[in-house]
């Protein structure tokens, strides 16, 4: 009989954290002269009608699924999308402050949105540079990459072996999946709101699954 080769099927490692990262639902709008509510320097909006459908759908997405913990960030935002999915399994989320929003200093609270709309210069030097930095008072890029990886690592010391859901932010998966695979730190901050990606964490590489799965939200 002759041998066969069949193709390489990915398996999760023994000692790796099976991490499906969510972005959460879409938060009311920015308008100008008006901030949002602040926690700890960071705009802290509440989810739109549309967010909460998109929470709605992730947690009708992951109801079946098997999770050993559920994460969210400081922010309420995070709470909320996370909120049905953790009804559903009757687990209560643990925060991980590392993995909170980019630090958008004066543009913090709202302001940002209208800037980038506008094509403020920062921003589109920000764009072209992929350095957060140049928005005023803002945490550098490097600043931001630093805390994320050292949120990964800490999930990685803590979950070794299992699976959990994480509910973060844009510019957070963006960041993610620029440590995992080394794209420049702009090329992947476009997840939408309430996309689902796979990240598959071990001490000698992350694994990138999956970006932006949006299949629930019937885009």
Same mark, same amino acid.
């Given at each position: ?17 099976d991490?499906?990262?969510?972005? $959460? ?5 920015a ?21 909460e ?6 947690g009708?997405?992951?109801?079946e699924?098997?999770f ?8 309420q935002?995070t $709470?909320?999308?996370?909120a049905?999915?953790?009804k ?9 402050p590392?993995l ?7 543009w913090?609270?709202g302001?940002?949105?209208?800037k ?23 945490e550098?890029t490097?600043?931001?990459h630093?805390?994320?990886e050292?949120?990964?690592w ?5 979950h ?6 994480? !509910? ?14 080394? !794209? ?18 071990t001490k000698?590489r ?6 932006n799965?949006c ?5």
């Amino acid at each position: 009989m002759t041998k066969e080769y069949p193709q390489h099927r990915f398996v999760v490692p023994k000692d790796a954290v099976d991490v499906l990262f969510i972005r $959460h639902g879409e938060t009311i709008p920015a308008r100008p002269g008006v901030s949002f509510p602040m926690k700890d320097g960071h705009g802290n909006p509440p989810l739109h009608p549309r967010g909460e459908a998109q929470a709605e759908a992730v947690g009708e997405r992951l109801r079946e699924e098997r999770f050993d913990a559920l994460y969210v960030t400081s922010l309420q935002r995070t $709470h909320q999308t996370m909120a049905p999915l953790a009804k559903y399994l009757g687990m209560t989320p643990v925060e991980e402050p590392d993995l909170r929003e980019i630090r958008l200093g004066e543009w913090d609270g709202g302001l940002y949105r209208i800037k980038s709309a506008e094509g403020a210069p920062e921003f589109l030097r920000a764009k072209a540079e992929h350095e957060w930095g140049h928005i005023p008072g803002a945490e550098t890029t490097a600043e931001l990459h630093e805390r994320v990886e050292r949120g990964l690592w800490r999930l990685l010391d803590n979950h070794a072996g299992e699976r959990i859901a994480f !509910c973060v932010h844009g510019g957070v998966v963006g960041a993610i999946m620029s440590i995992a695979t080394g !794209c420049k730190p702009f090329a992947m901050i476009g997840a939408s709101n309430g996309s689902i990606s796979r990240v598959v964490l071990t001490k000698d590489r992350f694994f990138v699954r999956s970006f932006n799965d949006c299949n629930h939200l019937g885009e």
